[in-house]
């Protein structure tokens, strides 16, 4: 068995969480709207034609914050297609996935869904085939209270009180050539700056989050932030991040290990931002939205499954292995150790589409393997953020030297101390890990909770919703005073809670 440490001091703080670390991210693809979270037919279904199945299970993923509609719908989105009598609203060909959008999901639909889940919606403006005019329009539409043109609209379709949406996307991913007319970066910096002063003007309550670019594998990482940045930095409030992560060689070490990658992407991020506050000499702090992460194998059979211009086609539906949710975990410690600069991030997405949550049109709800680890660190994830100061020994792989077989992150709250962590140790070993806890009120108890399973490509699925899930840990943490020692199941993610 490998042996690591954790040493750990009330005092030595990084940040307090902000809870839209833990948010979700909702889009017009495949079926995560319709017989997603969206099935008038179901047996479940409620009055709006939401599955009441769907809502439960996401609102165990607590997520106080939901972007929508897109993701790369949205550079092609007319948002007033979505609002009004549904039976006067057009259908459109979805350019940027081949599907068929009857818009009777919109806006207003939307938001009503947020409430159900206990969510705030978080909306993207098209700064693909619209601009600022249109972006201003729907920041009028949803939250100026009355006597615009609008702000009426609105409340013609039944919605009197404004909506309060308080974070808003300038587009998305504008660097891809995959993007409905995709930008160079003085460009989308121009259009991104003119559209935010609008939507500021219209509502001077609102922040908003500037496009970086599509991924850290793009040419055009690093110089579309410099230049993006520099035309916009006072009118933004967060710069973007997106990354994805598959285990296409079938290399699990490397794969393991791509949350270190993700820390990398961060850090970099964070310099950008602040090598064009220093240029600007700005007394305003740009932080990061990480709202697009996830696992994601990007495969053709999951990319154009089924008939072309139809509504629902079944794409990227994929199916999350017990591997798979060692790297969402992992992601999600590295997300909480960078606390101190990501204040926003959104799993992508939450039903059907790269998704936590699986469903049968007409038929089951279940829970895939990734989202357990999620559901864990959004209700023990929150409070204040510590130094983790891990000892633990390293291994290399084919896209990595002296990755560490321990991820920790350590966070407290006004009840106890919570420490997550993921054994990626590449020989399939426990971990025996012990613990120095310093200036702690003294500790009544601790509980362990693991998810492992002997086989790596384990799934669950609507016959077997439980073959991969939380379960307490065969031994029980050994705790003395400040100290601790606890075992580590081999490929596993654990959760020790410890009460005050």
Same mark, same amino acid.
């Given at each position: 068995?490998?042996s ?7 005092d030595?703080?990084l @940040? ?8 979700g ?12 979270i969206?099935?008038?037919?179901h ?9 009441r ?19 790369n ?7 007033e ?16 996935w ?6 009777t999901?919109g806006t ?8 159900q889940?206990?969510?705030a ?10 601009g600022?005019?249109a972006?201003?329009?729907l ?32 587009g ?7 993007q ?6 003085? %460009?989308?910096?121009r259009l991104?700056?003119e559209?935010?002063?609008l ?34 930095? %006072?009118?933004t ?32 991020g ?16 740009i ?13 053709r ?42 204040k926003?991030?959104?799993i ?44 633990a ?18 966070v ?10 993921v ?8 971990v ?8 702690f009120?003294?500790l009544? @108890?601790?509980?362990? %909770?693991t998810l ?49």
């Open positions: 068995m490998q690591a440490t954790l040493t750990l001091d009330r030595f703080i @940040s307090d969480v902000d809870p839209r670390m833990f948010g991210f909702v889009e017009h693809l495949g079926r995560h709207i319709y017989t997603g969206y099935e008038p037919d047996p479940t279904a409620d009055e709006r034609g939401f599955r199945d769907v809502i439960e299970q996401v609102r165990e993923l607590r997520m106080p914050i939901m972007r929508y509609p897109g993701g719908f949205v550079s092609g989105y007319r948002w297609d979505g609002v009004g009598p549904r039976e006067e609203r057009p259908k459109r060909l979805d350019l940027a081949g599907g068929l959008e009857p818009n999901v207003n639909e939307f938001v009503d869904w947020c409430r889940v206990d969510s919606p978080m909306v993207a403006v098209n700064l693909g085939t619209r600022p005019e972006a201003q329009a920041v009028e539409y949803c939250n100026h209270p009355a006597g615009s043109h609008w702000s009426d609209l609105r409340r013609s379709h039944g919605y009197p009180e404004p909506h309060g949406v308080k974070v808003w996307c300038l998305n991913e504008m660097d891809g050539p995959w409905m007319v995709q930008k160079t970066a003085w %460009e989308y910096g991104a700056n559209s935010a002063k939507m500021k003007w219209t509502d001077p309550t609102i922040e908003t989050v500037l496009c970086g670019s599509s991924g850290r594998t793009m040419s055009t990482f690093g110089s579309w932030e410099w230049e993006a940045l520099q035309q916009a930095y %006072e009118t409030d967060y710069l973007s991040l997106h990354t994805y992560y598959g285990n296409s060689t079938d290399d699990t070490p490397s794969f393991l290990a791509k949350p270190e990658e993700m820390a990398d992407f961060i850090r970099e964070v310099a950008l931002c602040d090598a064009v506050r220093a240029l600007k000499r700005s007394r305003k702090q932080n990061l939205s990480f709202d697009e992460w996830n696992v994601w194998r990007q495969t059979d999951l990319v154009t499954p089924g008939e072309k211009w139809t509504v629902g086609r079944p794409q990227l539906e994929q199916i999350y292995t017990m591997e798979d949710a060692l790297v969402v975990g992992g992601m999600l410690i590295t997300l909480l150790s960078h606390a101190d600069r990501i926003i991030a959104c992508a997405q939450v039903v059907n589409v790269i998704a936590p949550i699986m469903t049968e049109p007409g038929g089951r709800v279940w829970k895939q393997a990734t989202f357990h680890p999620f559901a864990a660190a959004s209700k023990w994830g929150r409070g204040t953020v510590l130094r983790s100061l891990v000892s020994p390293v291994y290399d792989c084919k896209t990595r030297d002296a990755a560490p077989i321990l991820q920790v992150a350590s407290v709250d006004e009840r106890g101390l919570s420490v997550f962590a054994n990626r140790e590449p020989t399939g070993q426990p025996r890990l012990t613990g120095d806890l310093r200036g009120p003294p009544r @108890s601790v509980r362990h %909770e492992s399973h002997p086989d790596l490509k384990a799934v669950n699925t609507a016959e077997k919703p439980n073959n991969v899930a939380p379960r307490p840990a065969e031994t029980t943490p050994d705790l003395d005073g400040a100290a601790f020692t606890a075992a580590l199941p081999a490929y596993s993610w654990n959760v020790l809670r410890f009460e005050f």
